[in-house]
């Protein structure tokens, strides 16, 4: 199968290349090629930023592809040029979405089904960039699934959308469980917002790769939407419980009020599984209609702290702050801090 992943070379790209290369699959990756990746150096690379649609069609020029995983396309505007680009020239189409298109809804249940996207939406945040920059992350999302959705019905633009939460890698580049890691063991407290908490659950980023796979052997899916999200829901506490079991560390956890952490500008970096445009996603669909199977949240994270174990990765930006951790807990009489 000759397949065409855009962008992504940092965590899922990265994997989903060496697995399909793995595979017998002829690979190419088109990308802006700013940030360096650990690809096997024979991989085909094309170089185009995806916002300029001339230097698009000029790297793609006279270019089939049996398969396209889409995992940096992010605006509705992007969708349009990509079908117009690709439209006749490919077997399919994997769009990497996300389960924040549920959680710009307005009442959204949890988890969320595929059933639950249409719907009023919320309005536009105010205030802080915080919450704007992921209403806006989510709602571009949604336009970029809805033009897909109608390639599919008006032109059967062969489009598969596949929804995400907090893809769990030892490659995340936000460092989120690095980060809780690094805090357990560093004899300080680990401060978090007073409970109540959104529940925990998020993808392997082999599941997440193995469910693409599916899709690229299969003729199931297109004009469909899937969510890709584990069995299991854990609450925040359940989470750190097992991730200070497998790295063998004590859990010293501090309650702080909400406002306080983010005065000081300690939110979301001291605990980002915290924030609350975490999505919860409901997996029935792709279980029945693709057989998709997931990891265990404990096997997920033997595997991350076994690689970070064996392969430390540098500070990661959000542990830059956790002397600022240190001292709010000495103000609030944390022994130890």
């Given amino acids: 199968m000759d397949v065409l992943i855009i962008g992504g070379t940092r965590n899922l790209g990265h994997f989903l290349t ?18 360096r990746d650990d690809l096997p150096a024979d991989i085909e690379r094309l170089r185009a930023d995806r916002c300029d649609q001339s230097a698009l069609r000029r790297v793609v020029a006279g270019r089939e592809f049996d398969a396209v995983v889409d995992t940096a396309l992010y605006r509705g505007k992007e969708a349009r040029e990509i079908v117009e680009l690709l439209h006749g020239r490919i077997g399919r189409f994997v769009f990497i979405s ?4 549920y959680l710009v809804r307005d009442a959204i249940p949890r988890p969320s089904r595929e059933e639950d996207y249409p719907g009023p939406l919320m309005a536009e945040p105010q205030g802080g960039t915080f919450d704007l920059d992921n209403w806006r992350y989510g709602i571009e999302k949604r336009e970029a699934e ?6 599919w019905e008006r032109r059967r633009f ?21 980060g809780y890691l690094l805090r357990l063991r560093d004899g300080g407290p680990l401060l978090l917002p007073r409970p109540p908490w959104l529940r925990v659950r998020h993808v392997d980023v082999q599941d997440a790769v193995a469910a693409i796979e599916k899709l690229l052997a299969t003729e199931a899916g297109r004009g469909r939407a899937y969510n890709v999200s584990p069995d299991e829901t854990v609450t925040l506490d359940a989470f750190l419980d097992l991730l200070a079991l497998t790295a063998h560390a004590p859990k010293r956890l501090v309650f ?30 792709g279980k029945s209609e ?29 542990y830059a702050w956790r002397s600022e951790e240190m001292a709010l807990g000495v103000e609030l009489g944390v022994a130890g801090a």
């Fill in 256 to 285: 702080v009020e909400r406002t306080v952490l983010e005065s000081r500008g300690l939110l979301p970096d001291c605990s980002p599984f915290s924030d609350p445009w975490m999505s919860e996603l409901d997996n029935a669909r």
């Fill in 98 to 101: 996300t389960g924040q298109v």
């Fill in 290 to 318: 693709l057989g998709l199977t997931y990891t265990a949240v404990a096997e997920t994270l033997r595997r991350i702290v076994a690689h970070y174990d064996a392969h430390p990765p540098p500070l990661p930006p959000s």
């Fill in 18 to 35: 060496l697995s399909l290369v793995s595979r017998g699959h002829r690979v190419t990756l088109l990308n802006r090629g700013q940030t």
């Fill in 146 to 151: 809805d033009v897909l959705a109608e390639a």
């Fill in 158 to 178: 062969p489009a598969t959308s596949l929804r995400l939460p907090m893809v769990a890698s030892e490659r995340d580049h936000f460092s989120r469980i690095h």
